[in-house]
């Protein structure tokens, strides 16, 4: 079969030999893995308790990835692994009601997928962009990275009274090397900033005698992850619903921003063939199986999108092999426990530059789409979202015994989302004047 592509090494049906199979899979897995990992921690870290399991995060995230090759019938070669998106709405549903109630809302969340998936093949996929223009997107993509820029803060230690000295060297070295890495760095190094900046930190960490490997020394060299049960560890809880499944809305333009950016790599446009249905779809079966087993929900990995343009290796065949090695490492219970033991000033040190990014996104989709600000709609769409959203506003109902809550990004989407389409647009009424000014 001849790719679409003809500046592709190798094309999304080819097989690479056996030696570089693996190493180009490897390469995906380091892509993937600094962020895949960095969301249960962050969670855990947000909470206070253990929400997500790091092992479960890594083996829903190639089983998620191995169905979305299957749904999307190999022609798409997408990594799936952890979503940032739902960060803070998981760590407000832990608050609200309990883990149960989170994993039940990231299920819902897939199943929304999956009915979206089945009405874009119905009904076609125009009406999407209709519901969720920039001006919207824009907006809850910058409300998510900056609701969580106060979790950044407080892991380095910058709202105590006084900062310990050894919090502000690690954090200091590892926000250091991922923004140059992020700057400067050079080929693989380029793509996974977050993980070589976390290595760094840790390694300094570890020298000032602030990690304990204990619990490394005592781990088993196979373990089973923490699996929750299917259908029976689960709660439904309306208040959980509203605060996580609405921030679906926001992976969805992001799931189909980056199948714009890898059909333009790979030369062949992927929202119509496999098609945005079965994508879609792919990503929502895999979400729903993640949050059945107990781990985060999926989304569509622009760096592992980025190696492909960097590599031109688009083999679904590399894909499928890296979604194979993350399940493998999952079992290794030494991994697990270094992962666990990462000090707090680490991570703090990362999500400045990681939530600060976050925010950047959003304002760029706001910029790329020139978005009209003199356009009076947009401006109150836009500043009702973001006051909101980082406001702390919370809308709780009570009915009887039933009680329903939103807060947050959720509130901020639902009600941009409302305010756009209910808003009539600005008509534009031109009035000439006619100068009394004798220019001659």
Same mark, same amino acid.
């Given at each position: ?10 094309g ?51 089983? @998620? ?64 962009n209709k519901?969720?223009?920039p001006?919207?997107?824009?907006p ?29 060297i ?14 400067? @760095? ?12 976390i290595?760094?930190?840790y390694?300094?960490?570890a020298?000032? @005698?602030?990690?304990d490997?204990?619990q ?20 439904l809880?309306?208040?959980a ?36 249905d ?24 622009g760096?592992n ?13 590399v894909?499928?092999?890296a979604?194979i ?66 406001? @702390? ?35 534009h ?12």
């Amino acid at each position: 079969m001849v790719e679409e592509n003809n500046n592709m090494l190798l094309g999304v049906r080819d097989k690479p030999p056996a030696v570089n199979w693996v190493l180009l899979a490897i390469q995906h897995v380091c892509a993937m893995f600094g962020a895949t990992i960095l969301v249960p921690i962050v969670v855990n870290t947000t909470a206070g308790a253990d929400v997500l399991s790091i092992p479960v995060a890594l083996v829903t995230s190639g089983i @998620g990835t191995l169905i979305y090759l299957l749904c999307t019938r190999g022609r798409s070669p997408v990594y799936l692994g952890s979503s940032f998106a739902f960060i803070a709405p998981m760590v407000a549903g832990y608050a609200l009601a309990g883990k149960g109630s989170v994993f039940t809302a990231l299920m819902i969340v897939g199943l929304l997928y999956f009915a979206i998936s089945c009405i874009i093949r119905v009904s076609g996929k125009a009406w999407i962009n209709k519901l969720l223009p920039p001006v919207i997107v824009g907006p809850m993509i910058m409300v998510i990275g900056l609701s969580l820029a106060p979790t950044a803060i407080s892991e380095i230690g910058l709202d105590l009274p006084v900062i310990p000295l050894e919090n502000l060297i690690v954090a200091l070295v590892a926000f250091l090397t991922t923004a140059f890495l992020a700057v400067r @760095g050079k080929g693989i190094l380029r793509v996974i900033p977050f993980l070589i900046g976390i290595i760094a930190g840790y390694i300094v960490a570890a020298a000032l @005698g602030m990690v304990d490997f204990s619990q490394t020394l005592a781990a088993n060299v196979i373990e089973i992850p923490k699996f929750y049960l299917p259908f029976m560890h689960y709660d439904l809880n309306f208040a959980a619903i509203l605060t996580i499944v609405p921030i679906a809305l926001v992976t969805i333009v992001e799931h189909i921003g980056d199948h714009k950016v890898l059909s333009e790599i790979i030369g062949r446009d992927l929202i119509e063939d496999p098609g945005l249905d079965r994508t879609l779809m792919g990503d929502g079966i895999a979400t729903f199986c993640a949050a059945l087993l107990g781990g985060p929900a999926n989304t569509t990995y622009g760096e592992n999108t980025s190696v492909v343009g960097m590599t031109r290796v688009a083999s679904v065949y590399v894909i499928g092999l890296a979604a194979i090695i993350a399940i493998i490492f999952a079992f290794s219970g030494h991994l697990t426990a270094l992962l666990t033991a990462i000090p707090a000033p680490v991570l703090g040190g990362i999500s400045v530059l990681l939530y600060g990014f976050i925010c950047v996104n959003g304002l760029k989709i706001l910029i790329q789409n020139q978005v009209d600000f003199n356009n009076t709609k947009n401006v109150v769409v836009v500043a009702t979202m973001l006051v909101l959203g980082l406001g @702390g506003a919370t809308l709780a109902l009570a009915y009887g015994d039933l009680s329903l809550a939103m807060s947050g990004m959720s509130l901020a989407a639902i009600v941009g989302i409302v305010l756009n389409l209910a808003i009539p647009e600005e008509k534009h009424e031109w009035v000439c004047f006619r100068s009394s000014i004798n220019y001659s």
